[in-house]
C-alpha cells in the first residue's frame, strides 16, 4: 500500500543547513509536496517538485528527490527560529487520487 | 478573498452528541476534503468532494457524513460523538491549474475533544 515515511524530529542551530528527508512508495507520483505547519495552524504548501526533476530551488528551499531509491529530501538554508515547525512530505497516490501525507518531521532551531 | 475558513475553533462534547464542522471556501475550488490529524499519525483523509452533490469516502469515513449542496460549503457531520474522534479537523480546499501542481489551502482547524 501507499507509504510516506519520514523522521519525526529535527534539532539545528539558528544558521546552520537543515535536511528532512522522505521515503515513499508510490513511483507513479507525478508530484511531489513539502508542507509546513506552524504551532496552532494549518498546513501551508511550501515547494513542490515535478517527478521528471531531480532538484528545484527556491530562495533557501532545496528539493532533491531520487526516483530510483524514492527519496525526496528538504534543505532549509540558514535556517532561522521562524523556521521551527512540522514540515510534511507528501505523494498523490491514495486510491481516492488523494494526498498521503508523511507523520511529520518536527525542526526546532535553536539560536 | 478569506480562502478556508471552518468552524469552530474547538469544540468540547459529550459521548453521543452530534455535531456540525463547518468548513467554507470563497476561492469556487471543486475539490475538498475533510482530514483528520493526530499525534503520530500525520494527516488522514476523512472524506472528500469533488464537486457540488458529489462526496466520497476517504481512508476513515466511519462516524462522519459530509454533503455538498453548495461549491463554496463543505460541513462534515459526527453522527454520535466518541472518544476516538477527540482530534484536530482540517478542511481543505484544491487548485487544479492547467499543466501545473495541485495546490491544497488548508483551515486553521478544529479542535475536538470527546469526554
Known amino acids: 500500500g501507499e507509504d510516506v515515511e519520514q523522521s519525526l524530529f529535527l534539532s539545528v542551530r539558528e544558521g546552520d543547513s537543515s535536511v528532512i528527508n522522505c521515503t515513499y512508495t508510490?513511483?507513479?507520483?507525478?508530484?511531489l509536496y513539502w508542507y509546513k505547519q506552524e504551532p496552532g495552524a494549518g498546513l501551508q504548501l511550501l515547494t513542490y517538485?515535478?517527478?521528471?526533476?531531480d532538484m528545484k530551488q527556491d530562495q533557501r528551499l532545496t528539493v532533491l528527490l531520487n526516483k530510483k531509491d524514492k527519496h525526496l529530501s528538504l534543505r532549509i538554508a540558514d535556517t532561522q527560529t521562524g523556521d521551527s515547525a512540522i514540515y510534511f512530505c507528501?505523494?498523490?497516490?491514495?486510491?481516492?487520487?488523494?494526498?498521503?501525507f508523511g507523520k511529520g518531521t518536527k525542526l526546532s532551531v535553536k539560536p | 478573498n478569506a480562502g478556508v475558513t471552518q468552524t469552530p475553533k474547538f469544540q468540547v462534547l459529550k459521548t453521543g452528541q452530534s455535531m456540525t464542522l463547518q468548513c467554507a471556501q470563497d476561492m469556487n475550488h471543486e475539490y475538498m476534503s475533510w482530514y483528520r490529524q493526530d499525534p503520530g499519525m500525520g494527516l488522514r483523509l476523512i472524506h472528500y468532494s469533488v464537486g457540488a452533490g458529489i462526496t466520497d469516502q476517504g481512508e476513515v469515513p466511519n462516524g462522519y457524513n459530509v454533503s455538498r449542496s453548495t461549491t463554496e460549503d463543505f460541513p462534515l457531520r459526527l453522527l454520535s460523538a466518541a472518544p476516538s474522534q477527540t482530534s484536530v479537523y482540517f478542511c481543505?480546499?484544491?487548485?487544479?491549474?492547467?499543466?501545473?501542481?495541485?495546490?491544497?489551502?488548508f483551515g486553521p482547524g478544529t479542535r475536538l475533544l470527546v469526554l
Open positions: 481543505a480546499s484544491t487548485y487544479f491549474p492547467r499543466g501545473g501542481a495541485e495546490t491544497q489551502y
Open positions: 517538485i515535478f517527478s521528471n526533476m
Open positions: 508510490d513511483s507513479s507520483s507525478t508530484y
Open positions: 507528501a505523494e498523490r497516490g491514495g486510491s481516492q487520487g488523494n494526498l498521503i
